[in-house]
């Protein structure tokens, strides 16, 4: 009854189903590892910034350029503070409120952005505290140049002077004439009186929507490949229940009218009507 997986028909869907599922399964099993691979930059990122984890601090200048590796590593640099800018709606604690950063002049003649701390409330210079004078050095999480509309950064524009709206060389660049250095850092502890700004995963490596399109398409190629088994077996069915019916004469012919016996049997009845 199962001769007929031996026909040239048969031995293409034969071929397909054998090919077809390795592939699924392949495709689903490396979707996975993207997205554990995703999963463990997650956790080893979130280690990193976790003050109790940090190594100790080196100097700025061997931590760069930033990357995934040195990201969130504590950096200390010296220079001398200059111009002060706000970056408004910023949340920390559930609060609203803003970033209090100061241009660091370093002795390489380049600047870099050193966000002091946060301050509750609307963007406000009056209420900025003012950077200490003199040569300092300071201590801080190194971290990356963010990108409006990720990572938590909002997308906002038509700031009044003095402000920005993200933290990157590319923001600064039109508002500052320093040269800027591809990275900023944001204080261990908070300067004059105001808190803290906590360090944040770099960009690529949290739980955002490419992670779980990762694990939906996981999920999306082992159902493929269920499905092709399904199909499988339901072809294999109809062509048995097919040859069944043909060996029991309920199958039409060609030309759709009935077995040789049903036609029999209707001329058969016709000859036994009375004439009209």
Not at 260 to 271: G, I
Request: glycine share 10%; aromatic share 10%; hydrophobic share 40%.
């Amino acid at each position: 009854m199962y001769r007929f997986l031996l026909t040239p028909r048969w031995w293409g869907i034969n071929v397909f189903v054998l090919l077809a599922i390795p592939f699924c399964v392949f495709m689903g099993s490396w979707q996975l590892s993207r997205f554990e691979d995703r999963m463990a930059d997650h956790r080893a990122a979130t280690e990193q910034i976790d003050p109790a984890n940090r190594a100790p601090a080196r100097p700025l200048d061997e931590l760069l350029p930033v990357d995934k590796e040195t990201s969130g590593e504590l950096a200390t640099v010296s220079g001398r503070y200059g111009e002060q800018l706000l970056v408004p709606n910023r949340t920390l604690d559930d609060r609203s409120g803003f970033y209090v950063l100061t241009l660091l002049r370093t002795d390489e003649g380049k600047s870099l952005p050193v966000v002091r701390g946060w301050l509750p409330g609307t963007a406000d210079a009056d209420r900025a505290p003012a950077a200490p004078a003199g040569e300092v050095t300071v201590t801080g999480v190194l971290q990356a140049s963010e990108t409006p509309g990720s990572n938590g950064v909002p997308v906002q524009g038509g700031l009044p002077a003095g402000q920005t709206g993200a933290i990157s060389a590319a923001a600064l660049v039109n508002l500052v004439p320093d040269d800027l250095y591809d990275a900023w850092i944001t204080l261990d502890k908070g300067d004059s009186g105001m808190k803290a700004v906590p360090a944040t995963a770099p960009q690529g490596t949290g739980l955002d929507l490419k992670a779980f399109q990762n694990l939906g398409y996981t999920g999306e190629w082992f159902v493929f490949a269920g499905f092709v088994v399904f199909m499988w077996f339901r072809l294999l069915r109809r062509e048995v229940e097919f040859i069944r019916d043909s060996e029991l004469g309920l199958v039409p012919d060609e030309d759709g009218n009935g077995s040789a016996e049903d036609r029999a049997t209707e001329d058969r009845s016709r000859e036994a009507e009375p004439a009209q």
